[in-house]
């Protein structure tokens, strides 16, 4: 009887053996890339990397010049996220590369290491290191802001709420041998309510088509104040300022991106008493009226606004917000160009027209606009979902 259990209990031990082996086997060791990466916050000496893993994981970024050598050739520098001295377990990565020089093409790439170790262990377990091989690839690239440039060439679209097809259509023949960077210029998205959202709406097909190499910079719109996933909006849009609002300058264009708010007041039922942007503008009026002092700004022969909602003489609490708090600063800085979305429909008003001096351009929802910008002049083409390139226009600033 003894005999017979004790093979009864080496059985099941077999099996569970067996089936603990082949789980072993089956676990996952390497963390995949599922989103991106898409550069972000590009400056005259960093830009930012960002990108999702389906699993736990710490991450880098090693670089190298574009001086024609393979990318094996020696040890690269390594770049890591930190959080207050530590590297960070997780699946969304934010890696800042820095000290860099001005107008200096870097390559690239991600790396990411997963970590295996349970929630509640203390000890760490890490996978397999992967991420993209310059063996079988060629490296991503991205190129360092220069305001010494003679040139700024950039696209811009705006109101495309989530629909994909419309953003694919307007971005797939981006020229990325030509264009210096795109402006998503608000209401990108209805709500923000969600990561999958976020991704299916456009960023997935924005790091796709371009955002890989050539940076997009955000205006946030007031439909991307919406919905309970807004709050990580900075996560996946980090800026060089760490707020929502900042400033680019490249070639002879200083381009303040500022953030609108919402457009109704503060007690509307519609924000569920969670709305603070009557005080938040505040605080980006003072911002900007620092920065239009400074000579990097100062110094632009080009100087351009880019704000979701636009300038008007009436509207609603947000236009009358704008209008109070931005364009007395805007006006004595003497911006040449102000382009904002919102609305929906194209847009050209003349300095004077909305109750500012300078003049208005509004992109529509279905179509871009591509900006050449050489010297004091500013040249525009609007172009449809077809390439069809409905007019164009051109803004001499010294005139």
């Known amino acids: 009887m003894r005999r017979e259990v004790y093979i009864v209990v080496l059985s099941v031990l077999a099996v569970v053996s067996a089936n603990i082996s082949q789980a072993q086997e089956k676990r996952k060791l390497t963390a995949d890339i599922v989103l991106g990466p898409y550069v972000q916050a590009v400056t005259s000496d960093s ?129 990325s041998d030509s264009i210096d960077m795109v402006f998503f210029n608000g209401d990108m998205l209805s709500s923000m309510d969600s990561e999958k959202q976020l991704f299916d709406g456009y960023l997935k097909s924005a790091a796709e088509l371009f955002a890989a190499n050539i940076p997009f910079y955000n205006s946030r719109g007031n439909h991307e104040g919406r919905g309970m996933f807004s709050y990580r909006y900075l996560d996946y849009f980090p800026t060089s300022t760490g707020e929502t609002y900042y400033m680019v300058r490249q070639g002879p264009a200083a381009i303040l991106v500022l953030d609108c708010g919402e457009d109704k007041p503060d007690s509307d039922v519609s924000y569920f008493g969670l709305a603070d942007y009557d005080s938040f503008r505040e605080k980006e009026a003072e911002w900007l009226r620092n920065t239009v002092c400074s000579e990097e700004f100062r110094s632009a022969p080009v100087k351009i606004a880019v704000l979701h909602i636009p300038a008007s003489t009436g509207g609603w609490h947000g236009n009358a917000e704008i209008n109070r708090l931005f364009i007395p600063v805007l006006e004595e800085a003497g911006i040449d160009l102000m382009i904002s979305g919102h609305i929906h429909r194209y847009s050209y008003s003349e300095p004077g027209e909305r109750g500012c001096s300078f003049p208005v351009l509004i992109n529509g929802a279905d179509e871009k606009h591509y900006f050449h910008i050489a010297g004091d002049s500013i040249k525009a083409e609007r172009i449809d979902q077809e390439g069809t390139v409905l007019n164009t226009f051109e803004i001499n600033v010294g005139n």
Do not use: C
């Open 47 to 175: 830009f930012t990397v960002v990108w999702k893993t389906d699993m736990d994981a710490v991450a880098w970024v090693e670089t190298a010049p574009d001086d024609g050598t393979h990318f094996f050739a020696q040890e690269r520098p390594a770049y890591y996220q930190t959080v207050a001295g530590k590297r960070p377990v997780g699946r969304l990565h934010r890696v800042t590369v820095s000290g860099l020089e001005p107008g200096t093409v870097y390559r690239y790439r991600v790396m990411q290491q997963a970590v295996l170790t349970p929630p509640d262990e203390k000890r760490i377990v890490f996978g397999i290191a992967s991420g993209n091989n310059p063996f079988r690839q060629q490296p991503y690239e991205v190129r360092t802001l220069d305001p010494d440039a003679e040139t700024l060439d950039f696209a811009i679209i705006n109101d495309i709420h989530g629909k994909d097809q419309v953003f694919r259509k307007l971005m797939t023949d981006i020229p």
